[in-house]
């Protein structure tokens, strides 16, 4: 438990950087997306305490929205979501990560 104590602080403050900048730098923006998609793999069976879920749930909701706009880190953001759903609360954030978002749309 020691070390996702913190989880998501760095995270999610790189990813409202990441997210903020203008131009924004898709290369960054996959490569730090690519980090989290690895934290999650390695720790995928184990249970996230409430402020590092609420942490991590806002991170990727972040990536998430900004997929919809950014059609390069698409692939990447949907491998992170698809590796969020593997952990063992991850499949009662699905409705929370979609509501809204419709295909015509666009999203969120």
Do not use: M, N
């Amino acid at each position: 438990v020691g070390s996702r104590r913190g989880f998501g602080s760095k995270y999610l403050l790189d990813a409202h950087a990441l997210v903020a900048a203008r131009p924004r730098k898709p290369e960054k923006i996959k490569s730090e997306v690519s980090k989290l998609a690895t934290w999650l793999r390695k720790h995928q069976d184990e249970s996230l305490p409430d402020g590092g879920k609420g942490q991590l749930l806002e991170c990727i909701q972040l990536y998430h929205k900004t997929a919809l706009s950014k059609p390069e880190i698409k692939d990447a953001v949907y491998t992170l979501v698809d590796d969020l759903l593997k952990l063992p609360e991850g499949k009662l954030w699905l409705g929370t990560l979609t509501a809204g978002e419709t295909v015509e749309d666009g999203g969120v």
